[in-house]
């Protein structure tokens, strides 16, 4: 941090107290000991989801929950369970540092997280998310498991 005095290109820290959505820091220049206030906002930048009809619209984690919940529905899933799977996504998306993310790879992260909490509802979001058409695709996906939980 550059002293507004001197331009010194190091201060210290003399205190640090939160307002608002900042931080606001008293410094003291360790070259002119001039001191001076600076603030600190946390950047949040917005997650958006690229739809496979390629329009791009905000991620919106309660769109997520709700069909989390459809999925779950009259299965021994609670709600905490699937916030704190969503919070899990976003967060990992977030470290990755990314500001758009496909459906696409939204839906393999909830499958990949939903079958290890409930098969039942896995396979259906699975079968919304991947579009089964057919009967043969609610077999192969029950097969998959069936053939995993064997091994």
Do not use: W
Not at 2 to 27: A, F, H, L, Q, W
Not at 39 to 47: C, M, R
Not at 114 to 139: E, G, H, M, P, Q
């Amino acid at each position: 941090m550059k002293c507004p005095e001197c331009g010194y290109e190091d201060s210290k820290v003399i205190d640090s107290r939160p307002t608002d959505n900042r931080i606001r820091r008293r410094r003291e220049c360790y070259k002119c000991k001039c001191r001076f206030t600076t603030y600190e906002a946390v950047e949040h930048i917005p997650l958006m989801v690229v739809k496979k009809d390629k329009s791009i619209e905000p991620f919106d984690r309660d769109k997520l929950i709700n069909r989390l919940c459809r999925a779950t529905v009259k299965r021994p899933v609670k709600i905490e369970t699937l916030e704190n799977m969503v919070e899990d996504i976003v967060v990992q998306l977030k470290n990755e540092l990314r500001s758009e993310v496909t459906s696409d790879e939204i839906g393999e992260l909830v499958l990949h997280r939903l079958k290890d909490i409930d098969k039942v509802a896995y396979i259906r979001f699975a079968s919304v998310y991947r579009d089964f058409s057919d009967v043969d695709s609610f077999v192969r996906i029950i097969s998959e498991l069936s053939e995993e939980q064997e091994s």
